[in-house]
């Protein structure tokens, strides 16, 4: 029982593992990476009215192995690397011209060399896992002590040091308010909301780090400027993707970096549309909740939002349903109808008019009015 609920939690670094591989083998292995999202989608949906709550021994105590979620966690930050490594290889390949050639190495067949199709495939590929990968950024930030670092170097290797210090000061702290740019109003759609949360975020962290610096009497421009440090370790992978390619090898890297704050910026955009905060802590009712057992595993329970919200230092293996907002459906499902802004607002639009009459506080339902 303790090895399933500990391994079950494996899907995304098992496929990141994966996508790498075809990567490197080239030709149509190239495109694994898009047809592993394209079956997760599916496997999502069917299993969508499937639940299971947090699991326990008699006494209490979570199955979760500590010593072993932080090592997998860890063991993401090289997964990461290796993911742009192996795609700035193949970049080299394509931008040099090399022909493309079969090679046998211990049994294993590859191709040196990558057509334009495949080179796309392997873009789009290292993209995706990049960003699913960016959850255990997120998961890491909650963990000053253990973790807060390498979730930092974790998106930096998406362009996005800034997350870490604006998830936890920033998005836990103002939910629901104005104040929060990952927090998606009412009417908004994922792709403007991609941007003025991402711009919002890094805002956030240059301010802060702005007025610490003011109090301390250091310059802004200074190795004690986190927010500066933060995309300076973003410069490898430019400095990779430029010499893997030139001009195209930037723009491959543009479309990772896009693509994964894209599906980052969506898991924002999913667990808090249109919900509102006017005063008081945060409660379970100020997130959605999306626990189907398929979402669960590949998300590292990061859809229970709701125990998140109120237990932000929690394990995410000890995180429960708490019986809070819930769409009925998992992340991947959802994800494709916000990619259709009207379907996405007609079918969320039921979950809204319940939270509305059911959970929301007299102000909150004033606010929500307005925005209706």
């Known amino acids: 029982m303790r090895i399933f609920i500990n391994s079950r939690y494996l899907i995304v670094p098992l496929s990141s593992l994966v996508t790498i591989l075809g990567i490197f083998l080239g030709g149509l292995y190239s495109w694994t990476g898009v047809v592993l999202f394209g079956i997760y989608t599916v496997v999502d949906t069917l299993t969508k009215n499937i639940h299971l709550r947090a699991e326990k021994d008699d006494v209490g105590n979570s199955y979760g192995i500590k010593v072993f979620q932080y090592l997998v966690m860890y063991v993401m930050l090289p997964v990461f690397i290796l993911i742009q490594l192996v795609l700035a290889w193949r970049l080299y390949q394509y931008t040099s011209g090399y022909v493309i050639e079969s090679h046998t190495v211990s049994g294993i067949s590859y191709e040196l060399g990558i057509s334009t199709l495949n080179i796309v495939g392997s873009t789009i590929s290292a993209a995706l896992w990049a960003g699913l990968g960016i959850i255990y950024g997120h998961e890491l930030s ?7 670092f390498v979730s930092r170097l974790i998106m930096a290797l998406s362009g996005a040091s800034h997350f870490t210090y604006a998830h ?53 421009l200074s190795f004690s400027n986190k927010w500066l440090l933060g995309y300076f370790y973003s410069l490898p992978s430019v400095i990779l993707f430029v010499w893997a390619g030139g ?22 955009f999913m667990g808090h549309y249109g919900l509102i905060r006017k005063d008081g802590p945060v409660e379970h009712r100020h997130s959605w909740d999306n626990d189907s057992v398929f979402t669960s595993w590949f998300f590292i329970e990061i859809g229970r939002q709701c125990d998140h919200h109120v237990r932000g230092e929690t394990y995410f293996w000890e995180l429960d349903d708490v019986g809070g907002p819930n769409y009925g459906i998992g992340y991947f499902s959802l994800f494709v109808l916000t990619l259709f802004p009207p379907i996405f607002r007609k079918y969320v ?24």
């Open 247 to 268: 001009l195209i090898g930037l723009l491959a890297l543009i479309i990772v970096w896009s693509l994964a704050n894209f599906l980052l910026e969506a898991l924002n």
């Open 142 to 148: 909650h963990n000053k002590k253990q973790g807060f």
């Open 168 to 220: 936890v000061y920033n998005h836990h702290l103002d939910l629901g308010h104005e104040d929060d740019p990952a927090t998606a109003p009412r009417g908004r759609n994922v792709y403007s909301h991609t941007w003025l949360s991402h711009a919002g975020q890094s805002k956030f962290s240059f301010d802060l780090e702005k007025e610490k610096l003011n109090k301390q009497g250091k310059a802004f």
């Open 349 to 372: 639009q039921k979950h809204l008019d319940n939270w509305d009459e059911k959970y929301a506080t007299e102000e909150e339902r004033a606010i929500a009015l307005r925005f209706n």
